[in-house]
């Protein structure tokens, strides 16, 4: 693992994944690299909203949404990445 990786286990809801996430969150986080949906597992992240986390902690944040056009209706809507 990765300095700053944040372990998600399958069967995580979405207060799950925010909570793995942002506990990986610290003073010296300047910047996240997200996936919308993961190619492995094809699961969705609530990217807007480790988005919203990580802008009131002074993070950027970079979503990569690669897998998300073809599965998601609007898949930018609302996503307030940097």
């Known amino acids: 693992m990765d300095e700053g990786d ?7 809801d979405e207060n799950g994944v925010v909570g793995a996430v942002t506990a990986q969150m610290s ?3 300047s ?14 992240f609530p990217a807007q909203r480790i988005a919203a986390e990580a802008h ?15 599965q ?3 898949p930018v809507g609302g996503l307030q990445s940097d």
């Open 72 to 74: 998601l209706a609007d």
């Open 6 to 12: 944040a372990p998600v286990t399958i069967d995580a």
């Open 27 to 29: 003073e010296r986080t």
């Open 31 to 44: 910047f996240i690299v997200l996936d919308q949906i993961t190619s492995a597992t094809a699961m969705l």
């Open 56 to 70: 009131r902690r002074g993070i950027r944040i970079l979503v990569d949404g690669a897998h998300a056009p073809a």
